[in-house]
């Protein structure tokens, strides 16, 4: 509940900040000049992207369980649909959750598996940022305020830069888990907690060892094969390859839809740029669906290109809200397919969070 109203405010705050100085008439007005026909190649390029994630995903799954491309096509197409409809990402969650249910592989090896994905898609963000950023021209004189908020330049290398500490801290928490003698290391020092407590009785001592200290090192022995995949060269490449062909595709289906939007005229490169500031903006806590941080990330990144505000709200709104519609529905017909009960799992999902 804490997480839902928090990003509920956040959204609501990025909502009023973006919109506030754009009239709602010039912006509804403009939203019946977009040419819709262009929807359509967009919305095929964005389900690409999602086909390229769930063969990622097999391959990342491959020292946990090789499954087949329906297996994990279905747990991963409603956890982002769930994403996008309830709050506290559950479905970063729910993912594990409907799988362990499907093929009864434990729960903390299939986590691991989404959390090396998050990885992949971190460090391909940052690569395409820097060649970004060193091939695009951004003046940095170009300041864009909107009340408190301030984009410019510098404050993209900042974010930029927070970005790639939190990669590394969360590349060497990997490393520190996945190398056997650092594991070790960790796991002898987990089995030792119990000796804080030498006030206590024997028994008790036992009962901390073998409800906290033992179960604590199973799931790093698991978090452990979930990571096995980076170890792997051939896995390694194939991971990064598919990582760029899933960003890839997104950005083109944002692109794509631009040729649809008068007004707007921006290269490739740009719209790649603005598609990294709205994943920058979107990691903040939100509302379920990102609403507000996406159109904040992509009207203040469009206007950094020379777009004015009202056309970047109309084809970032119009994008924002094409991508989420066909996820929700390919959702719910997984949902069926697999005939399972979503409330039940986000029931079963929620404690773990």
């Keep these: ?19 506030s ?8 007005d403009y939203l019946g000049t977009i040419n819709y026909w262009w929807l359509i190649p967009s919305i095929v390029l964005g389900a690409l992207s999602y086909v390229f994630r769930v063969i990622r995903w097999q391959v990342i799954l491959l020292p946990v369980k090789q499954t087949s491309f329906a297996n994990a096509y279905h747990p991963l197409i409603i956890s ?10 559950i479905g970063e969650l729910a993912r594990p959750t409907i799988f362990y249910k499907r093929e009864r592989v434990e729960f903390s090896k299939v986590l691991a598996t989404v959390g090396v994905e998050r990885i ?36 993209l290398e900042t974010i930029w830069a927070g970005t790639l500490k939190a990669g590394i801290l969360l590349i060497a928490l990997i490393a520190a888990i996945s190398i056997p003698r650092t594991r ?3 796991e002898r020092a987990i089995m030792k907690l119990p000796a804080l407590f030498f006030f206590s009785g024997p028994t008790f001592r036992e009962k901390i060892q073998e409800r906290v200290s033992t179960r604590i090192v199973m799931v790093l022995r698991n978090l452990a094969t979930g ?98 519609v066909p996820l929700i529905i390919a959702g719910v017909i997984s949902v069926v397919i697999l005939g399972m009960n979503m409330r039940l799992v986000a029931r079963e999902t929620t404690p773990l969070t």
């Excluded at 100085?21 to 509804?28: E, N, S, V």
């Excluded at 460090?123 to 984009?151: K, N």
């Design 120 to 155: 992949f898609d971190m460090v391909t963000l940052l690569v395409l940022f820097i060649l970004v950023l060193a091939t695009v021209q951004i003046d940095p004189e170009v300041r864009l305020t909107f009340h408190d908020q301030v984009l410019d330049k510098a404050t």
């Design 21 to 28: 100085q754009i009239p709602l008439a010039d912006l509804w």
């Design 184 to 186: 070790s290391m960790l």
């Design 80 to 89: 982002f649909m769930m994403n996008s409809v309830l709050p506290a990402r």
């Design 227 to 324: 990571f096995e995949v980076v170890k792997n060269a051939k896995h390694l490449l194939s991971c990064f390859v598919l990582s760029f062909l899933v960003w890839g595709f997104a950005v083109l289906s944002f692109y794509v839809l631009s040729f649809g939007c008068p007004g707007i005229q921006v290269s490739l490169l740009e719209i790649t740029a603005v598609f990294i500031i709205i994943c920058f903006f979107i990691v903040l806590p939100s509302a379920p669906g990102f609403w507000g941080l996406f159109e904040a990330g992509g009207v203040y990144g469009l206007m950094l290109f020379g777009v004015q505000a009202t056309e970047a709200a109309g084809l970032t709104l119009t994008f924002h809200v094409f991508s989420m």
């Design 1 to 19: 509940m804490l997480s839902l109203i928090v990003g509920t405010a956040v959204s609501a705050v990025a909502l009023y900040v973006t919109f």
